[in-house]
């Protein structure tokens, strides 16, 4: 079945039908209506290939994460996708194991695949993405921070909003010693969490001790082996923020293995809020990022710079309120 079967069953030229498929000339609303009904009725299917060799697009969007098993990931993920779908785009998603040269070797891939890429980086990518602004070609970087004068977009959640709410809602409910599980990075999201607590801290008289924050990687096993470090201090903390609640399941499984009362002891909070945060016991506070909003979002920034429509533009989510569970 091709485009000349569509034409000939709505009464248009083939050359009609090809125009309502790409949208490259105006049609007239009668003349589309019959081409979108012949299309319904034939069950026909545009060979995208063909289509994008015609049009010079791919239709694909790429999207690059630290971790695809983590799932406000794939939440950001779904929410590109729904972004996009109705546009006749697909998202292609790829995991750089929060590896700069995974990073770095996935953005080149792309470039000749996708129209535009989208990344969630663990390291500052100014340098290497001059293959992809000498292109033109659209990107946003996850978690940069006003880089639009550089010429890519950025979108990023409050982090050091997230921080400060955080941080004053442990003290606001009596925790005076309170530790940071947080990224290896010393820039970006995580350092902007932990700069805001210190600076929370600071201004209440409270201890900010080297040895209360600790760097790893965003896993479970990382908020296990620190849970172990700061226990065993001298003098332990009273609350743990982790980065996010993949950290905190690993932290709280490590308290409850070793016998520690949640929120007794220790208080402990995560950030995300991913569905297994209400479902274990304690049940996890944490902070929502709302990661589908934010693909939506940055779905449709990507489809206006493909268009030509938008200016490098940074897209700063603001940061939720607390939802107060069990564990603190």
Not at 68 to 85: C, D, E, K, S
Not at 130 to 152: K, T
Request: proline fraction near 5%; hydrophobic fraction near 45%.
């Amino acid at each position: 079945m091709s485009n000349l079967d569509v034409a000939r069953a709505a009464g248009v030229s083939p050359t009609t039908v090809s125009h309502v498929l790409t949208g490259n000339r105006p049609v007239s609303e009668q003349a589309a209506a019959r081409v979108r009904a012949a299309i319904d009725e034939l069950g026909y299917r545009p060979h995208e290939l063909a289509r994008s060799l015609r049009t010079q697009r791919s239709l694909t969007l790429g999207l690059v994460v630290p971790d695809i098993t983590n799932p406000f990931n794939m939440h950001i993920a779904r929410g590109l996708q729904q972004a996009v779908l109705d546009q006749g785009y697909f998202v292609l998603v790829t995991d750089s194991a929060a590896d700069a040269g995974s990073e770095r070797a996935l953005i080149d891939r792309l470039l000749t695949r996708v129209d535009a890429i989208a990344f969630s980086g663990h390291y500052d990518p100014a340098d290497a993405l001059g293959d992809v602004l000498a292109r033109g070609m659209p990107v946003v970087w996850l978690g940069g921070w006003e880089r639009a004068h550089e010429g890519f977009d950025t979108a990023t959640t409050d982090d050091y909003g997230i921080g400060v709410h955080a941080t004053e809602h442990l003290i606001g409910r009596g925790y005076r010693r309170i530790a940071f599980l947080a990224t290896r990075e010393e820039s970006g999201p995580g350092h902007r969490r932990v700069q805001a607590y210190r600076d929370v801290c600071a201004a209440k008289g409270l201890p900010i001790e080297p040895s209360l924050v600790l760097h790893d990687e965003v896993t479970k096993e990382a908020g296990a082996e620190g849970v172990r470090t700061l226990m065993g201090l001298a003098e332990p903390p009273d609350a743990i923020i982790a980065t996010n609640d993949i950290v905190a399941l690993g932290a709280l499984s490590e308290l409850l293995r070793e016998g520690i009362d949640v929120p007794g002891r220790v208080a402990l909070m995560g950030v995300d809020d991913i569905d297994a945060a209400s479902l274990t016991t304690p049940t996890l506070t944490s902070i929502p990022l709302n990661g589908l909003a934010q693909g939506r979002a940055i779905g449709r920034l990507l489809l206006e710079r493909i268009a030509g429509t938008a200016a490098p533009t940074d897209i700063v989510f603001p940061a939720a309120d607390v939802i107060q569970r069990e564990s603190t």
